[in-house]
DNA sequence: CTAACACTGTTAATTATTTCACAATTTTCT
DNA sequence: AGAAAATTGTGAAATAATTAACAGTGTTAG
């Protein structure tokens, strides 16, 4: 398969979720226009989308929802499934770790770091905190791919750099400083602070 | 003015904390190619984004960072300020609301909303939460103009329009649940799970 | 005093993403 | 059966965002 825009693999994992609601609700076929409605896009982008991953439905029948979650499984997910470790336990770092305790199956969290020793050894939403020094050595042999980090700012960027001296081969950062990877490392940035300042520009454009 | 692209906005937020960061270290001026080193992006991209909103820097010295940091503000932020509520007081909305608590002076935290009788009246870092049954009213007697959603998936629809009714201007919604709002009505949507499925995905990519 | 350098600001080119427009085909209706 | 309606798949056009290229201009070094 050729290249996927990073957009469409976005919409991809919204899709898979939107349409195992519906699969949940004893549907069975669906209309690009139906997924179009629930993710209040439009109709074409969801075709387009289905057409770069190769799926193709039937003609006015439309798409066949278990065979498309399928689909969008083997493309986004990897077979054997990926580990992922939460680094910072912290407010936003617990709150993550229980949201997703047994969400994704092929995304397991199963294990947190932090350097505060009141939480080394302790259990989160059943997952175990190992101390920060530990990361490298767990991150080789629990084979751990992926890392979430919810660390305080200012130890952001050190710890990246453990991070991928680990061998970490993805990184979503929650934190507001960016940080730096070589190639071969994915990463994710989000800053919350961002998106609430977006929302106040706008929000002052339209009132303007 | 004309205008300003998303991208652009979500950048000058970011340009705005470095800056800060900076001016607090003692930095009076800085180049394009020292905040493109922060955040990893290129120095044209800081030029591009400082001509748009009408900024001119001195040939040779770089940019005035206080300067700076005030015409962001002056962009970003309205005069006398923005009110925010957050609603659904749960695991996540507990975390950002004391996260949030006076970190922008001018995006207020005045109110939390929950329906559970446990959480009504009681007071989370310093916020007041109300019974969502009073949400129309409190907003429009605080003249509250943003909302941060962290309600149950499945109470999200039902809420953003219970929100668009009581006349807010701005939503941010941490919700998986994609919602429908009128145009006079700022939308921000963010997907943890996305996130994480997209650096499962180009992990694998990688790998392969 | 002049040349080389180090920056900014901007136009033009490129790349990425979305939307338009419509051919093709199946189903439904008469 | 033939016409109308519904729906997919996709090339081409439009829009949005990034990057390249470079002119202009102080500054420094010789
Ligand atoms: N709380 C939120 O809602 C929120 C929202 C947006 C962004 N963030 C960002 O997420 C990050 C964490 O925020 P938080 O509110 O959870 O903070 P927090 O202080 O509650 O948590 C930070 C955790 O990191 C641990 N820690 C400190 N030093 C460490 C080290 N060297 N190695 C490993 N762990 C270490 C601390 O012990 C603590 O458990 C911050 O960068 C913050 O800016 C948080
Ligand atoms: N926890 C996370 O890290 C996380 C991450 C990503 C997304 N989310 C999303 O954020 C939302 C909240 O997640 P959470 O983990 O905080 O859940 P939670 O169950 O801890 O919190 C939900 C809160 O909403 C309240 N609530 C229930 N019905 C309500 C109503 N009708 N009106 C107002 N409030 C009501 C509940 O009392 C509770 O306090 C969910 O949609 C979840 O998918 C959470």
């Known amino acids: ?3 996927i825009p990073h957009k469409t693999i976005e919409r991809l994992s919204q899709y898979r979720r939107a349409l195992l609601l519906c699969l949940s609700k004893g549907k069975d076929h669906i209309f690009s226009h139906e997924i179009a409605k629930i993710q209040h896009i439009t109709p074409v982008q969801v075709r387009r989308d289905l057409m770069l991953i190769g799926y193709t439905g039937t003609l006015r029948k439309g798409y066949k929802i278990q065979e498309l ?3 969008i499984g083997e493309i986004i997910d990897s077979k054997e499934g990926q580990k992922v470790a939460i680094v910072g336990i912290g407010n936003l770092g617990r709150a993550i770790i229980k949201y997703f305790k047994n969400k994704r199956p092929k995304l397991a969290i199963v294990a947190a770091f932090d350097s505060d020793p ?4 302790k259990k989160f939403s059943g997952v175990t905190c190992y101390n920060i020094s530990d990361m490298p ?3 080789k042999n629990q084979n751990i791919t992926i890392a979430i980090m919810t ?3 200012d130890r952001t960027i050190e710890i990246a750099d453990l991070l ?3 061998g970490i081969k993805g990184i979503l950062n929650f934190t507001p400083r960016p940080i730096n990877v070589p190639d071969n490392v994915f990463l994710e940035e989000y800053d919350m602070t961002t998106s ?3 929302v106040a ?6 009132q303007a």
């Open 118 to 121: 009141k939480k080394i050894g």
């Open 69 to 71: 979650i399928e689909l």
């Open 1 to 3: 398969m050729k290249h």
């Open 137 to 139: 050595k767990e991150i």
């Open 196 to 198: 609430i300042e977006k």
């Open 151 to 153: 660390v305080p700012d």
């Open 164 to 166: 991928v001296k680990s």
């Open 201 to 206: 520009f706008y929000v002052k454009d339209v």
